[in-house]
């Protein structure tokens, strides 16, 4: 039987926006494909063995939290970006998705060291970036949509050769003006979405478990789902993004 083992890092800490969601999500959509799964939880100061890890999942965090893992974080900054460059499978929201890159300028102008896995910087903006979002990703030929729910001080530029995660449709993505939104290295993907993002966008979630079987040279022989659910909770999320109703909240924040 195929199998993973998924480390997730900092639960206590890192959970906004139903992020731990994903990790239900991940784990409920591996046992309907047949595909064994052992979680391991750390929080700091615990041990990650990345031989072990197939996929290691990070949720979104407020800046005190992101700090203080940021702490815990820098003995392990080589192992982590070996790791990344043998083709382990990182899944980072927000508040981690920012910790992926070279440092996080708060708003009160406090610089949080990143893990330099990824090339990309983010600085706190002025205003927060809040409300549901949805982007082209081009993951898929022909690309899919994801739905997601973002909130976020932070603006993060890509540098040149990194790739987005996708194109924004509605929302702000990384930094509300380039139009981009999250950002793919290797088996890596950072993004500013929650919701939790899984749930509703599964063939995300299956792209993610293909990448972590691969990883460890077994194969992905996916089962045949009834994912009407999640393609209603997918149509769902599209419509209340686009409505004006929404709209109006989301920028009164
Ligand atoms: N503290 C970060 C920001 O505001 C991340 C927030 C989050 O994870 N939602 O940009």
Known sequence: MAAIRIYHLYPAHLNLYGDRGNMLALCRRAEWHGIGVEIIPVEPGGRIDFARCDLLFMGGGQDSDQKLVAEDLKSRKSEMR???EGGMTVFAVCGSYQLLGQYYITGSGEKI????IAGLYTEAGPKRLIGNAVINCPLW???RTLVGFENHAGRTYLEPGLEPLGKVI????????DKTEGAVYKNVIGTYLHGSLLPKNPWLTDYLLEKALSFRNQ???PAELDDSMEHQAHDAAIRLAGSRRHRRLSTRA
């Open 219 to 221: 194969e992905f022989k």
């Open 141 to 143: 030929k022909p690309p």
């Open 113 to 116: 060291e990143g893990l330099e």
């Open 170 to 177: 509605i929302g702000a993505g990384n930094n509300g003006t």
């Open 82 to 84: 070996q790791a990344v």
